[in-house]
């Protein structure tokens, strides 16, 4: 079965610096969505993409924050300059339509310390 | 602003029980409710989804229902498994963009 694929799995960071993180969505997904998950916390939404731009955004989502979709298949998050409080788990997920019928499929995150 | 409420936050049971996981949520302008798995470390399976104009769907020994009118919505496991045990969330649909809102989950631990 299709994956929704994140690289890497664990990214440590010296807070200031810049990080990029990967995903590869389901080939024929055409939605996009970046989560995070702060320690023992909720699953958060980040922003959802669709026809290469952005289609929502959350408050957290703020001006470090951006999304690219730089070719056919992939779809990163890159945070400028990271702060202690980005330290979380970040999931991509990708949904083949925007019908309502269609479940999100979800990768295994890229947990991301900044020290 | 739509919020998601799991209770009970753990739960554990005996292998072979049946359960019932229950999920809240406070605006019932949704377009469709998801049930996920999350083993520790792992990302989120999806297990259902409930679209807002159905009832219930099952999968295997997996069913889930929704009130939409009364903001609820509940997993029921069927004979559960030491292999059930796992965070179980539950989010909603809530923005035409599919953008999820997620509960806190309900940690479930089935002993053999």
């Known amino acids: 079965e299709p994956e929704v694929t994140q690289t890497p799995s664990h990214q440590v960071t010296q807070m200031g610096q810049e990080v990029i993180l990967r995903c590869v969505p389901i080939?024929?997904?055409?939605?996009f969505y970046w989560y995070r998950q702060i320690l023992g916390q909720k699953v958060e939404f980040l922003v959802s993409?669709?026809?290469?731009?952005?289609?929502?955004k959350s408050e957290i989502f703020d001006d470090q924050f951006s999304v690219e979709r730089p070719d056919g298949s992939n779809f990163t998050l890159k945070i400028r300059s990271t702060k202690l409080e980005d330290s979380a788990m970040y999931f991509c997920?990708?949904?083949?339509?925007?019908?309502?019928?269609?479940?999100?499929?979800f990768g295994d995150g890229t947990r991301l310390s900044i020290l | 602003k739509q919020e998601v409420t799991q209770i009970p936050a753990a739960l554990s049971v005996p292998e072979g029980e049946n359960l019932v996981l229950n999920c809240s949520f406070t605006?019932?302008?949704?377009?469709?409710l998801q049930w996920f798995r999350q083993d520790p470390g792992k990302g989120l399976t999806s297990l259902l989804l409930?679209?807002?104009?159905?009832r219930e769907q099952t999968s295997g020994r997996l069913n889930a229902s929704l009130d939409k009118s009364s903001g609820r919505s509940t997993l029921y496991i069927a004979a559960s498994q030491p292999g059930d045990s796992a965070t179980y969330l539950c989010?909603?649909?809530?923005?035409?963009?599919?953008?999820?809102?997620f509960g806190k989950g309900t940690k479930l631990s089935v002993k053999p």
């Open positions: 993409f669709y026809n290469n731009e952005i289609s929502e």
């Open positions: 409930i679209q807002s104009s159905q």
């Open positions: 989010a909603v649909n809530a923005g035409s963009q599919g953008n999820l809102i």
């Open positions: 605006d019932s302008a949704i377009y469709n």
């Open positions: 997920a990708s949904r083949r339509t925007g019908n309502s019928n269609q479940p999100q499929h």
């Open positions: 080939s024929n997904h055409l939605y």
